[in-house]
């Protein structure tokens, strides 16, 4: 699960009947902007962004006249500020909060960060990645050895 942040034109960006920002207008947009690199791998709206991100591939999609991405860093968010500036739209999260400025969305932790951070701070053996296994050999060990000792084979 992750968190969406969409550009729209709707007061709420999940309600956009009347309000879409066309397919048209993104892929026109696309052809304008140097740091967007359309990437029809991923589908027909897909587009790639070449600029400073945490992640490798940072991207954005057009759906239903909305253009999205999801666990999005603040140099992505400064992106999607532009864009929507451009296409006279705003920011909005999946909660219809809207975003005006780089500094209102905090930096979320990614989900992959948010499993390796409280479980690498607890000692090999009792990580829930190692745990599971750790019961899993104990308790054939014991049933090995009370089939053996109380000579049930």
């Known amino acids: 699960?992750?968190?969406d942040l969409h550009i729209t034109?709707?007061?709420d960006w999940s309600d956009n009947k009347d309000n879409w920002i066309t397919s048209e207008e993104w892929l026109s947009l696309i052809n304008c902007d140097h740091e967007l690199v359309l990437n029809k791998v991923n589908g027909p709206f897909f587009a790639d962004w070449n600029g400073a991100s945490k992640y490798e591939?940072?991207?954005?999609?057009?759906s239903e006249g909305n253009i999205f991405t999801k666990n999005p860093d603040r140099a992505i968010v400064g992106k999607m500020l532009r864009i929507a500036n451009e296409l006279n739209a705003t920011v909005q999260g999946d909660?219809?909060?809207t975003y005006e400025d780089i500094?209102?969305?905090?930096?979320?932790?990614?989900?992959?960060?948010l499993e390796?951070?409280?479980s690498s701070q607890l000692p090999l053996y009792l990580r829930r990645?190692?745990?599971?296994?750790?019961?899993?050999v104990a308790t054939l060990a014991i049933v090995i050895l009370a089939v053996n000792l109380l000579d049930l084979w």
């Open 95 to 97: 909660d219809g909060e």
């Open 1 to 3: 699960m992750g968190y």
């Open 116 to 118: 390796n951070s409280s």
């Open 9 to 11: 034109r709707a007061s």
């Open 103 to 113: 500094n209102d969305i905090p930096e979320l932790p990614q989900p992959n960060e």
């Open 129 to 136: 990645e190692n745990l599971w296994s750790i019961i899993t």
């Open 57 to 62: 591939t940072p991207w954005f999609d057009w």
